[in-house]
């Protein structure tokens, strides 16, 4: 029990410290908002990918999803964390950010499967901050989808940026926890692929925080 306690600890205040350093490097360099925002997504999402190898309860992942979600969502009208709040839209991503993991790191340790919580945890880690940066900062030959005459948020690169790194991700995550390549692995990666980026195409807010996780997860308990 100590043990898990010290360990929570050191993960506190690591992620304390990566907060500190994207505030520190906003406000020196001058970055933008939602390149600095999408860095810490990145980092914070990717340490916690070691959570079902060294927490053997929920309730130490609860506790530091409730205080990075206090953290988060106090600062938000404050002069503290511009680094995660400047941004030129209403969002409540980083907020449900804390919540996803969390869920996500209790359903698979109910379901006894360290796999349910690393691959959608990956995917959100990675394809969603590269699809949100490509579809923001690449202007030419890219265009905001249109679904019955109604233009979305999401843009055709971005949206095909998510598709292909979500595809390769699963591909290589199934082969591994196979250790074999077939037909049942190739079309369980597109369906993970297709379904993530379709509940990040729907989402709205930022609420694909915790849509992508969630759908990739509900996919692996039907698929696998």
């Given at each position: 029990?100590?043990k898990?306690?010290?360990i929570?600890?050191v ?7 990566l907060?500190?350093f ?5 406000r ?6 939602e ?10 999402t990717?340490?916690t990918i ?5 927490f053997?309860?929920?309730w130490?992942?609860l ?12 600062s938000?009208n ?5 680094s995660i709040?400047d941004?030129?839209?209403?969002s ?7 919540v996803?993991i969390?869920l ?7 379901l006894e499967?360290n796999f ?6 990956l ?7 590269l699809?949100g940066i490509?579809?923001?900062?690449t ?6 989808i249109?679904?019955?005459?109604r233009?979305?948020e ?10 292909v ?6 591909i290589?995550?199934?082969y591994?926890r ?13 369906i993970?692929?297709?379904v993530?980026t379709?509940?990040?195409?729907i ?6 925080n915790?849509f ?13």
């Open positions: 029990m100590e898990q306690i010290g929570t600890i993960f506190l205040v690591a992620i304390l410290l907060l500190v994207n505030e520190m490097v906003y020196k360099f001058k970055v933008k908002g390149i600095t925002r999408k860095t810490a997504h990145f980092l914070a990717m340490t070691s959570f079902p190898f060294i053997r309860s929920h130490h992942v506790i530091l999803a409730i205080i990075f979600f206090m953290l988060l969502f106090l938000r404050k002069k503290h964390l511009k709040h941004i030129n839209r209403v409540v991503g980083s907020y449900l950010l804390p996803a969390y996500t790191f209790l359903i698979s340790k109910l499967d349910l919580f690393i691959l959608p945890i995917i959100l880690a990675i394809c969603d901050p699809a490509l579809g923001m900062n202007k030419q030959y890219n265009y905001r249109k679904i019955f005459n233009t979305l999401k843009t055709w690169l971005g949206s095909g940026s998510f598709f790194t979500s595809f390769t991700i699963s290589i995550a199934l591994f196979q250790i074999s390549f077939d037909l049942k692995t190739f079309w369980l990666a597109f993970i692929a297709l993530g379709l509940a990040e195409l989402s709205w807010k930022g609420s694909d915790l992508i996780p969630m759908s990739v997860l509900l996919v692996l308990v039907i698929g696998l």
